[in-house]
């Protein structure tokens, strides 16, 4: 059994945001060593103590968790998601107080310190808008260097938008970081709508979760009741999609990518109709997607089997 690798998670802990930090937790494929919480889906104080909440509850509040940025580099933080999310981010479920508290760093500070303690190890996921990790590059520009890999869930190649008609949510809420994070010296994963509005998690999961009769699970299926709702009109019947724990997975292994060219991606940081968008060089689709010599970005459009039962199999553990 090789050693974990030491993971940071950057999140807008909402609720399938829940899924990846539990999954995380669930995953001995890495030790999870640090969490900096960012507005989106709610604000980043709310989220810091959604994190402190269920890193309580899944018996982990070792874990360091750090308020990141509030607002996004360029503008002002748009108020979150209720609709999806609930108010609080967790759909609205009052889950049992940490009685934590975060770090007295912000996220970016944790980000550079957990890179100087494990220099090349780290792995990072953000699976929310990535301010926190625009700061971290412009306070410490030699941060790639410590960094072993870096997975963001966020934008859309082929696919439409979910926040605009071509921008995903956590590009869409802060471009300009966004476009700072992808042209950094590391190369990143990303794992756009594409792929995570094809892995879904049904009622009968949810359900099985409910059921599960430990401490964590049945929480998390509590959570996603509202966001079954939110995506039934999309899809005819409650579920969900999968778009953090996907992230996720990708970056543990869960789930392995079988098309993913690292292509030139350009996020569109203008104020016209397309801002948000993640604008993917993807011409090579006839030539079976040939990856683009010195693109830094690996695309992911699809992987080797659905995340759920993968999922479901280490979230059932919690
Ligand atoms: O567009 C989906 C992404 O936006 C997910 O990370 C979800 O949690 C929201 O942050
Ligand atoms: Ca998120």
């Known amino acids: 059994m090789t050693t974990p690798a030491p993971l940071y998670l950057d999140c807008d802990t909402g609720v399938d945001d829940s899924l990846a930090l539990a999954y995380l937790l669930a995953s001995p494929e890495i030790r999870l060593v640090g969490v900096g919480t960012v507005s989106g889906n709610v604000d980043a104080r709310r989220a810091a103590t959604n994190t402190l909440d269920l890193l309580a509850l899944g018996r982990r509040d070792d874990v360091p968790v750090a308020v990141g940025a509030h607002d996004p580099l360029r503008g002002v933080y748009g108020g979150g998601a209720p609709g999806v999310h609930g108010r609080n981010g967790v759909g609205d479920v009052v889950l049992p107080s940490?009685?934590?508290?975060?770090?007295?760093?912000?996220?970016?500070?944790?980000?550079?310190?957990?890179?100087?303690?494990?220099?090349?190890?780290?792995?990072?996921?953000a699976v929310g808008p990535?301010?926190?990790?625009?700061?971290?590059?412009?306070?410490?520009?030699?941060?790639?260097?410590?960094?072993?890999?870096?997975?963001?869930?966020?934008?859309?190649?082929?696919?439409?938008?979910?926040?605009?008609?071509?921008?995903?949510?956590?590009?869409?809420?802060?471009?300009?970081?966004?476009?700072?994070?992808?042209?950094?010296?590391?190369?990143?994963?990303?794992?756009?709508?594409?792929?995570?509005?094809?892995?879904?998690?049904?009622?009968?999961?949810?359900?099985?979760?409910?059921?599960?009769?430990?401490?964590?699970?049945?929480?998390?299926?509590?959570?996603?009741?509202?966001?079954?709702?939110?995506?039934?009109?999309?899809?005819?019947?409650?579920?969900?999609?999968?778009?953090?724990?996907?992230?996720?997975?990708?970056?543990?292994?869960?789930?392995?990518?079988?098309?993913?060219?690292?292509v030139p991606v350009v996020v569109d940081a203008t104020d016209g109709p397309g801002r948000g968008q993640t604008v993917c060089d993807l011409r090579g689709r006839y030539a079976g997607y040939p990856d683009v010599p010195g693109a830094r970005t690996r695309v992911v459009l699809a992987t080797d089997a659905p995340l759920a039962p993968h999922l479901m199999e280490r979230l059932l553990t919690l």
């Not at 007295?104 to 780290?122: F, M, P, T």
């Not at 966001?227 to 999609?241: D, E």
């Open 98 to 125: 940490s009685g934590g508290a975060p770090e007295a760093v912000s996220a970016a500070e944790l980000l550079l310190r957990l890179s100087d303690e494990h220099a090349g190890r780290l792995r990072v996921v």
């Open 130 to 262: 990535l301010t926190n990790l625009a700061l971290a590059l412009r306070a410490d520009p030699t941060l790639p260097e410590r960094v072993l890999d870096v997975t963001v869930m966020g934008g859309a190649a082929l696919h439409p938008g979910n926040v605009s008609p071509v921008g995903e949510a956590n590009i869409a809420c802060d471009p300009e970081a966004a476009a700072e994070v992808l042209a950094a010296d590391w190369d990143v994963t990303l794992v756009p709508l594409d792929v995570t509005m094809a892995n879904l998690l049904e009622e009968t999961d949810r359900k099985a979760l409910l059921e599960a009769g430990t401490a964590l699970a049945p929480r998390l299926g509590e959570v996603l009741d509202l966001y079954f709702g939110f995506h039934a009109p999309t899809f005819g019947r409650r579920c969900s999609a999968l778009h953090d724990p996907l992230a996720a997975a990708v970056a543990v292994g869960g789930v392995t990518p079988t098309v993913a060219p690292r």
